[in-house]
């Protein structure tokens, strides 16, 4: 068995940067991906990168992401729509730059334990890897539960912390307003369309396990050279997405449906959202008439396995190109949206291992940490900051639909689980989010599947606070290491400072003080 001073298990930005900081600072770091894919999001697809203003409250090894993304496109500035290949690129770089050793299609399958502290880990494939240190920068908290660490999946009751906007959320209609109607339920047989869930009689407010919906973040294209066709579904019949032409119909009712551009760079429909990217480029998001996030229903992903969670993945693919095609063809869909959404198509110089697919399906929340301090909506809401924070965060709360179902007579089709609502002011992203309780994990940290609670979640969950979150969680093992100190006991002020620093240019030899050295 091999020892490090630190092992992250996932290879997303915020293990990444993680890893990178810890490598660059003289730590020998292993980074396990479950997949075979590095990267994330960033890599699969979400390059319209979510983040209030110009990044400006970025600092050191987060920063330098953006920063290097610039400069591949010859521009000093940070940049935000940067290409997946090249966000790629970028993040293989740092890895490499840091020494950090990568191994993919690596699943820890048990974890050993003495007292509170992690000691090995098995993986599928017999092998085992110990660690001072463990840094958990799954999507999903996929560590926590091997770790027999408290977490929580799904919705708080609006009891728990007083907000607001907990647990679960009044019945809405499927589309926004001032396009929204009444959607009938049912077929002429007076069957529950498909992809609605029977109601289930729930109040607003009560506590559940779901989860918001999960989707494919597509990189499409119109340039000729560089364009390859948008393919087929396995199977398609009409009539399974009748939904959907309802409520075309509906919106074309109140004349939505055509294809508009916001701020000269985005294209933005009832249908689609798309957002310009470096390199003739477009990042899809889901419109309302035709969505591309799916509620999850019946599919339960965090506990599914390796075998179960690619079962769903093509799920969601299968799902995504019966999208596809009912905008290019569908006649309920205005002629103008379908040839001009024709024009567009998977890109050839991305994703070739996977056909032009992402390789990564968008996994908007899995488990999240209960851990030491507890970021809810009242934080977010009010901008709290205080001593203990390693970051400043700034999105609106913004949730997606957690279930499409009836109304409680049966008859209308609504969404519910969603929500929207900004955010006034930067607030800040505490150490002890990071955290688990001492007396579970004394040597683990947790950036991604950070605690929060469901709500305040729903802001947190950006790429760049993730980002953060994973050079405070390097920088804090990088303090730990060299002062031979609990990760309990360290200042948020020097766990900041650190994490702020720019990178060196080549990894440092730490000789076992508290100093490096080059």
């Known amino acids: 068995m091999r020892h490090y001073d630190a092992v992250v298990y996932g290879a997303t930005p915020a293990g990444i940067v993680a890893a990178s900081l810890m490598g660059k600072l003289g730590l020998r770091v292993l980074l396990l991906e479950q997949t075979s894919h590095l990267g994330g999001l960033m890599t699969s697809g979400l390059n319209a990168t979510d983040l209030i203003g110009n990044g400006s409250g970025l600092r050191g090894a987060a920063r330098e992401v953006f920063k290097r993304a610039g400069a591949a496109y010859s ?55 110990g660690a001072d240190f463990w840094i958990d920068a799954t999507y999903e908290g996929d560590l926590l539960p091997l770790a027999e660490v408290s977490h929580a999946i799904g919705r708080e009751g609006s009891d728990a912390h007083a907000e607001s906007l907990a647990g679960r959320r009044p019945l809405g209609s499927m589309l926004p307003p001032p396009l929204d109607e009444p959607t009938p339920a049912r077929d002429d047989q007076g069957k529950l369309l498909p992809f609605l869930t029977p109601p289930d009689g729930m109040k607003p407010g009560q506590a559940d396990s779901r989860l918001q919906s999960f989707c494919y973040r597509l990189t499409l294209t119109r340039s000729p050279d560089n364009r390859i066709p948008i393919p087929e579904p396995d199977s398609y019949d009409g009539r399974e ?228 979150l994973g050079a405070a969680a390097g920088a804090a093992i990088v303090l730990a290491t060299r002062r031979r100190t609990a990760l309990h006991a360290l200042a948020p002020s020097a766990v900041r400072a650190l994490a702020e620093e720019d990178l060196p240019p080549t990894p440092q030899r730490w000789t076992g003080t508290d100093q490096a050295v080059a």
């Open 75 to 129: 521009s000093p500035d940070l940049e935000f729509r940067a290409e997946p290949h090249v966000l790629g690129r970028i993040l293989r770089g740092l890895l490499a730059e840091a020494d950090v050793e990568t191994r993919t299609g690596a699943r820890i399958s048990s974890v050993a334990k003495t007292g509170p502290a992690l000691g090995h880990a098995t993986l599928e494939d017999g092998g085992r890897v």
């Open 241 to 468: 997405m009748e939904l959907f032409r309802r409520l075309t119909l509906s919106a074309r009712k109140k004349g939505a449906g055509s294809v508009s551009i916001v701020h000269g760079t985005t294209f933005n429909s009832v249908f689609f959202n798309l957002a310009q990217l470096k390199g003739g480029k477009y990042d899809m998001n889901s419109g309302h008439a035709a969505p591309i996030n799916l509620p999850l229903a019946d599919m339960d992903w965090l506990n599914a396995g390796p075998d179960g969670r690619r079962r769903i993945a093509y799920r969601y693919r299968e799902y995504t190109a019966k999208i596809l095609h009912f905008i290019r063809h569908d006649e309920s869909v205005p002629e103008e949206t379908r040839r001009f959404f024709s024009e567009f198509g998977f890109c050839r110089d991305e994703y070739q291992d996977t056909a032009g697919w992402p390789p990564a399906l968008y996994v908007r929340e899995g488990r999240r940490l209960a851990g030491c301090d507890l970021l809810t909506e009242h934080d977010v809401l009010n901008g709290r900051t205080d001593a203990a924070d390693i970051g400043l965060a700034r999105y609106p709360l913004d949730c997606k639909p957690i279930q499409w179902t009836a109304t409680p007579d049966g008859k209308h089709a609504v969404r519910e689980g969603m929500m929207f609502k900004k955010v006034p002011k930067p607030y800040g992203m505490r150490f002890g989010m990071l955290l688990p309780r001492p007396e579970e994990a004394a040597n683990l940290l947790v950036p991604v599947a950070a605690s929060a609670t469901h709500v305040a979640f729903a802001s947190l969950r950006m790429e760049p606070h993730w980002m953060t």
